[in-house]
């Protein structure tokens, strides 16, 4: 588990195809290694990656063709600068909020602008994760913990101030950027919750307007 405050922007160092997936290697800059052993995690652009050795300037991770297929992973190239966290510790202040490190979707960067000291952006989000996004609420961004100030369909207002700004890849992000995204955790479990026993009924259709109405959420 994370918390979506970033400790420090790595790179990309290597990038290397092993057997039709990749190994990547990481120069992790200002994170302290010290505490980290083979095994451990690592959310790295909110990727949590599994270290499988320490090079001596950062570490390495292998890389499934799952985590390719759904995250902005496949797109990264030597150099490309990346936000890392290491996994929560019990004694840890929870800055953020609570953040798993598995990725939901990707978006894109539609607009930017500033706002005196901060950079404002709009993201749109793939279609099916919209319903998770509420006003005010949490949402992790390239493994950045950050507040949505509005919301507009299936996109949403983000306001970053200078510190944030200056400790993390957010610099980088101008229109047609894609960004990993990752909904609140608790948004998800509740809308399996509401879905009680018809959950175990695999119809993997979710909550839709048709089930709230049946089950008393909207007047018919």
Same mark, same amino acid.
């Given at each position: 588990?994370?918390?979506?405050?970033?400790?420090?922007?790595?790179?990309?160092?290597?990038?290397?195809?092993?057997?039709?997936?990749?190994?990547?290697?990481?120069?992790?800059?200002?994170?302290?290694?010290?505490?980290?052993?083979?095994?451990?995690?690592?959310?790295?652009?909110?990727?949590?990656?599994?270290?499988?050795?320490?090079?001596?300037?950062?570490?390495?991770?292998?890389?499934?063709? &799952?985590?390719?297929?759904?995250?902005?992973?496949?797109?990264?190239?030597?150099?490309?600068?990346?936000?890392?966290?290491?996994?929560?510790?019990?004694?840890s202040r929870l800055g953020g909020h609570i953040v798993s490190g598995h990725v939901d979707?990707?978006?894109?960067?539609?607009?930017?602008?500033?706002?005196?000291?901060?950079?404002?952006?709009?993201?749109?989000a793939p279609a099916e994760l919209a319903k998770y996004i509420a006003h005010k609420g949490?949402?992790?961004?390239?493994?950045?913990?950050?507040?949505?100030?509005?919301?507009?369909?299936?996109?949403?207002?983000?306001?970053?101030?200078?510190?944030?700004?200056?400790?993390?890849?957010?610099?980088?992000?101008?229109?047609?950027?894609?960004?990993?995204?990752?909904?609140?955790?608790?948004?998800?479990?509740? &809308?399996?919750?509401?879905?009680?026993?018809?959950?175990?009924?695999?119809?993997?259709?979710?909550?839709?307007?048709?089930?709230?109405?049946?089950?008393?959420?909207?007047?018919?």
């Amino acid at each position: 588990m994370f918390t979506g405050i970033i400790e420090a922007v790595g790179v990309v160092q290597q990038i290397i195809p092993r057997n039709g997936d990749v190994r990547l290697v990481i120069r992790s800059g200002g994170l302290d290694l010290a505490d980290v052993k083979l095994g451990d995690s690592i959310a790295t652009n909110g990727i949590c990656l599994t270290v499988i050795e320490l090079t001596g300037q950062g570490y390495a991770a292998d890389v499934s063709n &799952e985590t390719l297929r759904h995250t902005t992973l496949g797109g990264w190239k030597t150099g490309t600068r990346v936000n890392l966290e290491k996994a929560l510790m019990p004694t840890s202040r929870l800055g953020g909020h609570i953040v798993s490190g598995h990725v939901d979707g990707v978006g894109e960067i539609v607009e930017f602008k500033r706002d005196a000291r901060s950079l404002q952006y709009r993201v749109r989000a793939p279609a099916e994760l919209a319903k998770y996004i509420a006003h005010k609420g949490s949402i992790t961004v390239d493994g950045t913990s950050l507040t949505v100030n509005a919301v507009d369909g299936d996109a949403f207002d983000l306001n970053i101030v200078p510190h944030t700004a200056d400790h993390t890849n957010v610099g980088d992000w101008q229109p047609g950027v894609r960004v990993n995204l990752e909904v609140d955790v608790l948004a998800r479990y509740l &809308e399996r919750l509401m879905l009680g026993e018809k959950a175990a009924q695999g119809s993997g259709g979710g909550i839709s307007m048709a089930f709230l109405a049946e089950n008393g959420f909207l007047k018919r």
